[in-house]
């Protein structure tokens, strides 16, 4: 798997998941785990839903510009 979310996707992923988590806890409601998926696609860096449209939030050539590969972003 090629990694397509840079490093912004990746964190409003972990904000959306954590907010959706919480908003869960809060309302005492199951619906609370769909904030796993977000979280889960933020920590392998790769969305399913993106790979069959050839989106990628990495930058050109499958870098992200907010210190990719040696900051632990894309890479391609």
């Known amino acids: 798997m090629k990694p397509n979310i840079g490093t912004v996707d990746r964190a409003l992923r972990i904000i959306a998941g954590l907010g ?13 785990a769909i904030g796993a998926v977000p979280l889960l696609t933020a920590f392998v860096r790769f969305c399913p839903l993106y790979a069959p449209f050839g989106i990628s ?4 050539g499958g870098n992200d510009k ?11």
């Open 20 to 32: 959706i988590i919480a908003y869960g806890i809060v309302n005492h409601t199951w619906l609370g």
């Open 66 to 76: 907010g210190g990719c590969c040696g900051g632990g972003g894309c890479c391609g």
């Open 57 to 60: 939030t990495c930058g050109k």
